[in-house]
T-cell receptor, first 110, second 115 residues
Framework: SQKIEQNSEALNIQEGKTATLTCNYT??????LQWYRQDPGRGPVFLLL?????KEKRKERLKVTFDTTLKQSLFHITASQPADSATYLC?????????FGGGTRLMVKP | DGGITQSPKYLFRKEGQNVTLSCEQN?????MYWYRQDPGQGLRLIYY???????QKGDIAEGYSVSREKKESFPLTVTSAQKNPTAFYLC??????????????FGDGTRLSIL
């Protein structure tokens, strides 16, 4: 069956360090992968979209990689700040629909 | 400011009642979606609409109904047939109906609970 797996355990890091979140997918061959940020009690906010022919994409302190051989995307936040604390969701296209992972909660401590 | 407005923020339902969740967007987007989010789980698609007067079932449509009479509005009714309706409901939109390669814009959700 198709699955999108994100680490369900919270990731705790110190301010200033680089946070790396993982998204693994099985039985998909997505052409696109998206990352969203969700704060408690709020809707997700779009961050980045990466295409299968793009190995890496950057936006300010954010970097996303997309390895179609490993079926994995990595999401990096450099110079992390307490304000980066949130849950981060990845989503892949299944046909022309988006399917979301369960998210990983990031806690950045001052 | 453009965006998606969901109301109410919190909603309580008695057993056997139908309730309707509101979703309005002023982004001029063609496509709209309803998702359900349960603790620790990903968003699951209930219904989506690519254009006015058209909508399709998602993965978990049983016990739900929608309408799309106006481009701006996509209300979701949770019927009494939905046996486990307690969840966080999210409405989203995208520019066109090709969902996969476009960002989706989300409202801030409605939390539904059973009394």
């Amino acid at each position: 069956s198709q699955k999108i797996e994100q680490n369900s355990e919270a990731l705790n890091i110190q301010e200033g360090k680089t946070a790396t979140l993982t998204c693994n997918y099985t039985n998909y061959s997505p052409a696109y992968l998206q990352w969203y940020r969700q704060d408690p009690g709020r809707g997700p906010v779009f961050l980045l979209l990466i295409r299968e022919n793009e190995k890496e994409k950057r936006k300010e302190r954010l970097k996303v990689t997309f390895d179609t051989t490993l079926k994995q995307s990595l999401f990096h936040i450099t110079a992390s700040q307490p304000a980066d604390s949130a849950t981060y969701l990845c989503a892949v296209n299944a046909g022309n629909m988006l399917t979301f992972g369960g998210g990983t909660r990031l806690m950045v401590k001052p | 400011d453009g965006g998606i407005t969901q109301s109410p923020k919190y909603l309580f339902r008695k057993e056997g009642q139908n309730v309707t969740l509101s979703c309005e967007q002023n982004l001029n987007h063609d496509a709209m979606y309803w998702y359900r989010q349960d603790p620790g789980q990903g968003l699951r698609l209930i219904y989506y609409s690519q254009i006015v007067n058209d909508f399709q079932k998602g993965d978990i449509a049983e016990g739900y109904s929608v309408s799309r009479e106006k481009k701006e509005s996509f209300p979701l009714t949770v019927t009494s047939a939905q046996k486990n309706p307690t969840a966080f409901y999210l409405c989203a939109s995208s520019i066109t109906g090709d969902h996969s390669n476009q960002p989706q814009h989300f409202g801030d959700g409605t939390r539904l609970s059973i009394l």
